[in-house]
């Protein structure tokens, strides 16, 4: 079955810095790709996601960028901000399969 | 408001006591599933389903059981809780198949098993 793996398991920046988290998957078959972000006392709210026909997606403050030849995909924060911080959960899946997710980041941005 | 609803939010109960998480979305989702949150472990998939009285096992089915009778519900029943099934808990809806569409979360349901 499909492994997702996220790293760093926490990340801390300054305010107005970027932020970069890499997850790997491992099933080559897999072709979407989104994020979620959790903040506390809720539930994970999808923030971004890319289908393997694309290499990179933007919105705003956010990007997400994905490598099928390495299999590996990372969402870009740029000019962090206080709300930012959270709990961030990427995940991998494709048709006919269920949806995996890694064990989640907290980013904590410093003011 | 589109939004999946699920309740209780917080229960504190003791082993071996039936209870049920409800579970209610209004947006029309033929996929349904439960997943639940432990430290260190990130999300993981108990149950799922894919329509009406269609539901599999995820990755950790033991000590859980789930139905699908309408589209728009999809209660978790835990028929004799243990304490290593304290949790929280969520449940998440989404078009199509799930594994490759959108998931909208509930905010979560505690449980505390003495």
């Known amino acids: 079955g499909e492994n997702v793996e996220q790293h760093p398991s926490t990340l801390s920046v300054q305010e107005g810095d970027s932020a970069v988290i890499k997850c790997t998957y491992s099933d080559s078959a897999s072709n979407y790709f989104p994020w979620y972000k959790q903040e506390l006392g809720k539930g994970p709210q999808l923030i971004i996601d890319?289908?393997?026909?694309?290499g990179e997606k933007k919105d705003q403050r956010i990007a997400v960028t994905l490598n099928k030849t390495a299999k590996h995909f990372s969402l870009h924060i740029t000019e962090t901000q206080p709300e930012d911080s959270a709990v961030y959960f990427c995940a991998a899946g494709r048709a006919n399969s269920k949806l995996t997710f890694g064990k989640g980041i907290t980013l904590s941005v410093r003011p | 408001e589109a939004q999946v609803t699920q309740n209780p939010r917080y229960l504190i109960t003791v082993t071996g006591k039936k209870l049920t998480v409800t579970c209610s979305q209004n947006m029309n989702h033929e996929y349904m599933s439960w997943y639940r949150q432990d430290p260190g472990l990130g999300l993981r998939q108990i149950y799922y389903s894919m329509n009406v009285e269609v539901t599999d096992k995820g990755d950790v089915p033991e000590g859980y059981k789930v139905s699908r009778k309408e589209k728009r519900n999809f209660p978790l029943i835990l028929e004799s809780p243990s304490p290593n099934q304290t949790s929280l808990y969520f449940c998440?809806?989404?078009f199509g198949q799930g594994s490759n569409q959108p998931q909208h979360f509930g905010d979560g349901t505690r449980l505390s098993i003495l």
């Open positions: 998440a809806s989404s």
């Open positions: 890319i289908r393997s026909n694309v």
